[in-house]
Nanobody, 125 residues
């Protein structure tokens, strides 16, 4: 069982930066692929970035070049550095963990077993 807790959300201006953190407890995240998703009001949950259990990284086109995902296995944490924020980045951001998720599956919410409660990111223009 893995519990995930996101932090680092808040209010940012367009063009600014935020760094989200996701800390796991209950189990090591070593065998888990970790991902970030977001969900805006009235929209479906959207894949943003994933870093697999073997450190393969994938980004959605909408955030490529602006967002960077990383993980610290020793600290059981995963991070999302968000730069050049836009108003359309406003959403609730979720961290997810899925055991040994690979390939195209990293973009699919239903491949992840554990989710955090989410953290709000609001970007003002």
């Amino acid at each position: 069982q893995v519990q995930l807790l996101e932090s680092g959300g808040g209010l940012a201006q367009a063009g600014g930066s935020l760094r989200l953190s996701c800390t796991a407890s209950g189990s090591t995240i070593r065998p888990y692929s970790m991902a970030w998703f977001r969900q805006a009001p009235g929209k479906e949950r959207e894949f943003l970035a994933a870093i697999t259990w073997n450190f393969i990284i994938r980004y959605a086109d909408s955030v490529k070049g602006r967002f960077t995902i990383s993980r610290d296995v020793a600290k059981t944490s995963v991070f999302l550095q968000m730069n050049s924020l836009k108003s359309e980045d406003t959403a609730v951001y979720y961290c997810a963990a899925g055991r040994e998720v690979t390939g195209p599956g990293v973009t699919m919410p239903n491949k992840y077993n554990y989710w955090g409660q989410g953290t709000q990111v609001t970007v003002s223009s």
